[in-house]
């Protein structure tokens, strides 16, 4: 009944449904593109789609780097829940430029359109992790940051499924620009009806000066060692689930040599693991505040990113005119065995990662929580960005996508044993 109750409540049910159409207009349009140059355009432009794949990934996160300081700033100093609708505002706008590079085939043109895509997500992002502590009580905040991050995948999984089905079908781009539009007037809607946010400091100075707001930022979490261990640790998730959502496709084609179809297919098996493992690790918790479980779910996410490498092929194959269908594919050998271990490798990230949300949130100074979740989103960019020119640096040797996930897969186990180790503990206190 509490679940439910959170859920229609007005305190939480606006916002949760502004995230969940801002995250799907996003995974809509970029999967869009996605698919766009890996089926399409990178043959036409005599690139190979990793590459192009790579760098639309790179362009989407690099206005975090950018932005997120001073759009933390912002949300202290100012009412979230109005800068939340301002936010809304400009995805229309920005829609309306994807229509038409979708219109003219503009592929640089949609690229530009990604990267302020972004910027969108970019100053969104602080003010909703920030509105949370904001709307909830504080046994409530497990629980939210579990919803939140739950229906953020699902938006995930439907905008990816939408995004690769529909963009090769006939009048497939102009379908996906109608369609992110009306997502985009919805999400305006939706962000009317979120509550004014009481906590805020009109005191706080912000510089325009994105450099100098972005090292203010991390330099105050850098002191505090519960953040800054939490923040890295988060960080890290984006590293491993960056990689592997830009690279299925290059995955599938190239290595799998399978259609657009199992793209989805393995997106959505994703997808739906971390929803599973969010929401089961909020239960499980039941509104309490722990990481006993976030450094056994490293080691979990890389028993599955070995398995996955184990069960695929190991060599790259030139697939043009004979790609498998999911109905083909799945009549293969491992392939349950790759479908289960994307899922598995997901659901465990789900475990991982909401924890370090909810300590992010608790133990934050509320004037300053706006500026702290930014400086998170900035982190999580960087070590984005960082898996995007990792993935490059390993293609430019010649490794196949295959190679980067069990690579990516040491690196984990890795951070899984720091985690474990006195210097990667997170210690810290109930609030």
Known sequence: MASSHLLLSRRFLPLFITQFLGALNDNFFKTAIVVLVTYR?????????????????????????????????????????????????????????????????????????????????????????????????????????????????????????????????????????????????????????IPPATMRDPSVRVRFNVALETWDILAYVAKRATLFRSTLANSWFWFVGITFVTQIAPFTKQIIGANEDVVTLFLTSFSVGIGVGSIACGALLKGGLSTRYVAWSALGMSVFIFDLYAASPHTLLEHHDTLLTVKEFLASGTSVRMVLDLFMIAVFGGFYIVPLYAILQKQSDPKHRAQVMACNNVMNAFFMVASALFALGLFGLALSVAELFFIVGLLNTCVAIWLFMPQGRIEFSQK
């Open 41 to 193: 355009t990178s043959e036409e432009m005599g690139i190979k789609p990793q590459t192009l794949v790579t760098i639309s990934g790179a362009l989407f996160i690099l206005p975090y780097i950018i932005f997120c300081a001073t759009a933390g700033k912002l949300a202290d100093k100012f009412d979230k829940a109005r800068i939340a609708r301002i936010i809304k505002l400009a995805e229309v706008f920005f829609m309306l430029l994807a229509t038409v590079g979708f219109m003219f085939h503009l592929i640089g043109f949609l690229f530009a359109v990604l990267f302020c895509m972004g910027m969108h997500s970019a100053f969104f992002s602080p003010v909703k992790y920030a509105l949370l502590p904001d709307h909830l009580r504080e046994e409530e905040l497990m629980e939210g940051n579990a919803y939140i991050e739950a229906g953020t995948f699902i938006a995930t999984l439907l905008g990816t499924i939408a995004g690769g089905f529909v963009v090769l079908k006939s009048h497939g781009e102009a379908a996906v620009s109608l369609a992110v539009l009306a997502i985009a007037l919805v999400g305006v809607c939706a962000s009317r009806f």
